[in-house]
């Protein structure tokens, strides 16, 4: 298993240092783990990476790296958060620090004349006010070239029709194509409420995102897809891959990457599959 997205103590909201992560990893059958901390960040800056702890954070890396060696590949990444004007911030962390693999992300959009808008703030998602503001923001991320992977962009479905969804979408497919970046299969969505379609009430156990009806469009753009659990524990190590993977092969999903020193790495789906035997059908970097 891949898993492209997890989040350890240091981003102050989630639980389990990196070895606690590793390990829990290592027993759920992942061969292959980024650890995508949040960069630090003007937003919600205690609930993040501080800057004075990314030596701290990658050197933790890589001592599991050394203790687990051969038992599982470690790479080293961050959660960046986009928003307009964030881009010489982002550039000159990622000059600073040698990443596997960078995620951008939008969580925040700011509409005039209210307070901030979070992704996850359900009630809020529908409003064209709101949408205007973060299909520009996704805009941004894709046109902005310094990301190999947008996190979580359909994570709106959790309170936003899927049609609506895709309609705002589409028109930026061909700027996402051309960006060269990845669109995240981000398993989270099976683990998160929604609001149900029917009552507008916070349920559990409806699939929200990935989009389904979005993912023949990202196939046809010849996007490539990242896959994570976005694990805030370590008990969520891999949690949901295996089975969005199994859901999503039979609509077209063929291969998944990943990320070594921000070169993109493509492997057959079919062998990451119970069963399947590992292999890495298309190299696009260095050798592991
Ligand atoms: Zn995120
Ligand atoms: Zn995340």
């Known amino acids: 298993m891949i898993d492209s997205h997890s989040h350890t103590l240091y981003s102050k909201h989630a639980s389990g240092s990196v070895d606690e992560l590793v390990r829990a990893s290592i027993a759920a059958g992942i061969c292959i783990l980024t650890i995508t901390d949040h960069a630090p960040f003007h937003v919600d800056a205690d609930n993040r990476l501080l800057e004075s702890e990314l030596d701290c954070y990658f050197a933790d890396i890589e001592q599991a790296r050394m203790d687990y060696e051969g038992k599982i590949i470690i790479l080293q990444g961050l959660e960046f958060d986009y928003m ?13 620090y040698p990443l596997d693999f960078a995620i951008g992300s939008v969580h925040y959009v700011e509409v005039p004349g209210e307070p901030m808008v979070k992704v996850w703030d359900l009630s809020r998602l529908a409003s064209d006010a709101f949408l205007d503001r973060y299909f520009a923001s996704l805009e941004g991320l894709f046109a902005c070239g310094l990301f ?17 969804f895709v309609r705002r979408i589409e028109p930026l497919l061909a700027l996402l194509s051309r960006s060269n970046m990845a669109f995240e299969l981000n398993a989270s969505g099976l683990r998160k ?27 046809g753009h010849d996007v490539p897809f990242t896959i994570g659990s976005d694990t805030h524990a370590p008990e969520d190590a891999g949690a949901g891959v295996t089975e969005l993977m199994r859901e999503l092969q039979p609509l077209g999903l063929g291969r998944i990457s990943y990320y070594q020193r921000r070169r993109r790495i493509d492997v057959d789906i079919e062998t990451l599959l119970p069963n399947g035997t590992f292999t890495i059908m298309k190299q696009g970097g260095a050798l592991l």
């Open 84 to 96: 307009p004007g964030s881009e010489a911030f982002t550039c000159d962390l990622l000059a600073r």
């Open 193 to 219: 409420s929604s609001l149900c379609p029917l009552t507008g009430k916070e349920v559990q156990g409806l699939w929200s995102y990935p989009s389904q009806s979005l993912l023949p469009q990202l196939i």
């Open 148 to 164: 190999d992977a947008v996190g979580h962009a359909d994570t709106l479905l959790r309170g936003l029709p899927e049609d609506v």
